[in-house]
C-alpha cells in the first residue's frame, strides 16, 4: 500500500454514499422501532449504541484484515471485485423488486426480537447482519482493493461515519418511524436500491477493466525459455 495522493472530496462522498445506500439505516431504523416498542428512552438508546458498534466493528475488521484474507485464502482482490459486484447487485434488486420478500425479512427481525432483553438482539439480529449483511461487508472488501494509504484511511472514516448515522437512525427509530411511514419507507428502500445498482454496476466494471488490463499484460510479456542444452 503506497501514500500516494490524498483523495479527492468526490472520492469520500461517493464511499460514504455507496455505504450509506447498502447499509439503508432509515429502513432497518423501521424495522429497529417495530421490535422496540415499549422500551423506555435509555434502553432503546442503548440498543442502538451496541447495534451500531458492532455493524462499525465489523466492518472495520473486514476493512483491516481484507488484504490477509485475501493471501490466506488464496485469492486475488480481482476476484473479490466480482464478487462483491454480484452480491451487491443481488441486494439492490431485492431493494428494488423484492417487496415481498423484504416484508418476511421484517417480520422475522421482529419475531427474533419478541422476549429478548435489548443486550440479546442488539448485536443479532441487529447489529449483524441487519446492518452490516453480507451486502455491507462484501462492499467493504471490494472497496479496499487497490486503494493508496490515504484512499484506505478515508474508507475507514467513512465507515466510522457511517456506524454514527446509523446510530441516530436507530435512537431516533420511533421519529423515523412516524416521519416516513409505509409508503415513505418503500420509496427511499426504493431508491437506496437504484444508488446500490450503480455501485454493483461499477464494481464489475472495474473488475472487468482490471482482468483486461490484466491478460493484455500477459499477452504482451515475452515468455522467457530456458537454452538447450
Request: charged fraction near 10%; charge should be positive.
Amino acid at each position: 500500500m503506497h501514500l500516494g495522493p490524498a483523495p479527492t472530496l468526490a472520492f469520500a462522498v461517493g464511499v460514504a454514499t455507496s455505504l450509506f445506500s447498502i447499509i439503508n439505516p432509515p429502513s432497518s431504523a423501521i424495522v429497529f422501532a417495530g421490535a422496540t416498542t415499549g422500551m423506555t428512552k435509555k434502553e432503546l438508546r442503548a440498543c442502538a449504541r451496541k447495534a451500531s458498534m458492532t455493524a462499525g466493528l465489523a466492518m472495520l475488521v473486514c476493512a483491516l484484515i481484507g488484504q490477509f484474507l485475501f493471501s490466506f485464502f488464496g485469492f486475488t482482490a480481482l476476484a473479490m471485485r466480482f464478487v462483491g459486484g454480484v452480491l451487491v447487485f443481488r441486494s439492490a434488486l431485492h431493494m428494488l423488486y423484492g417487496d415481498e420478500e423484504q416484508d418476511r425479512s421484517m417480520a422475522t427481525e421482529r419475531a427474533q426480537a419478541v422476549d429478548k432483553q435489548a443486550s440479546d438482539f442488539a448485536i443479532i439480529p441487529f447489529g449483524i447482519p441487519l446492518l452490516a449483511g453480507p451486502g455491507t461487508i462484501s462492499t467493504v472488501m471490494g472497496m479496499i482493493v487497490g486503494l493508496s494509504l490515504l484512499e484506505y484511511l478515508a474508507v475507514l472514516g467513512a465507515i466510522i461515519v457511517n456506524a454514527w448515522v446509523c446510530y441516530l437512525f436507530l435512537a431516533h427509530s420511533p421519529k423515523v418511524l412516524t416521519k416516513l411511514g409505509p409508503i415513505g419507507g418503500k420509496v427511499l428502500t426504493k431508491l437506496m436500491g437504484l444508488i446500490l445498482a450503480a455501485v454493483a454496476t461499477q464494481f464489475l466494471i472495474n473488475g472487468v477493466k482490471e482482468l483486461t488490463l490484466d491478460l493484455h499484460t500477459q499477452i504482451r510479456t515475452p515468455q522467457v525459455t530456458a537454452p538447450a542444452p
